[in-house]
């Protein structure tokens, strides 16, 4: 079975800094996607970036990277120019691309994500 | 965009009594749907896969008599919570996948605002 480990249960990051979040995972699978999730006070799950296996670079939404080493299972994001917006809970997840549109997403325990003003 | 309605936001009910969820897709069919449960400063749990037309497969240790879930048609699944006890309080969110993936971008699983469900 595929697991998901968030070993960081809280950051802090200076607004306009650069924080990274940290993410592995386990799995036997070679096709398989990615992802990190914000969830803010809200409760909104909030998708901010999605990886594919496959693809060997590493995905960029603005402020927002990954970076996917697949050999080593790891999965860490990193948020540049960190804004008060960004507090938030954040959660790396796994879907198998085995299976079709039953494929359930598996989630980390999350790293809650404080900004200072 | 993709919207995955979800109602109630909130409820509070008497322990005994059953409440209803309701998860629907306003602008795209998902034939799969996901219900989630989640405890104060925890994980997504995920409970069960809705399927359309069928029944649902529960995940280990969900009780399925408990946590009754009705996909009836395209756009719309069911959570009800019957017999509801205060253990049962948490938040659930349900998703919903683009079937025919005609969303704006490549995701097509997109989440509800979540139910937070507090009995007394």
């Known amino acids: 079975a595929q697991t998901v480990t968030q070993s960081q249960p809280e950051m802090s990051v200076q607004e306009a800094e650069t924080v990274t979040l940290s993410c592995t995972y386990d799995t036997s699978e070679s096709d398989y996607y990615l992802f990190w999730y914000k969830q803010p006070p809200s409760r909104q799950m909030i998708l901010v970036i999605r990886q594919e296996a496959y693809k060997q670079q590493n995905a960029t939404e603005n402020r927002f990277s990954v970076n996917f080493q697949k050999a080593a299972k790891s999965f860490s994001l990193k948020i540049s120019d960190s804004q008060l917006g960004d507090a938030a809970m954040y959660f790396c997840?796994?879907?198998?691309?085995?299976?079709?549109?039953?494929?359930?997403?598996?989630f980390g325990t999350g790293t809650l994500l404080a900004v200072q003003p | 965009g993709a919207v995955v309605s979800q109602h109630p936001s909130w409820v509070i009910c008497k322990s005994g009594t059953s409440v209803k969820i309701e998860c629907r897709s306003l602008d795209f069919q998902a034939t799969t749907m996901f219900w989630y449960r989640q405890f104060p400063k925890q994980s997504l749990m995920l409970m069960a896969t809705?399927?359309?037309?069928?029944?649902?497969?529960?995940e280990q240790g969900v009780e399925k008599d408990k946590f009754l879930i009705n996909h009836a048609s395209l756009t719309l699944s069911t959570l009800t919570v019957t017999s509801a006890h205060p253990e049962d309080s948490s938040f659930y969110i349900c998703s919903a996948r683009d079937t025919l993936g005609q969303g704006p971008t490549n995701e097509k699983l997109f989440f509800g605002s979540g139910t937070q469900l507090s009995v007394l």
């Open positions: 997840a796994y879907r198998s691309d085995y299976g079709g549109a039953t494929n359930k997403l598996i």
């Open positions: 809705s399927n359309e037309g069928s029944k649902a497969t529960y």
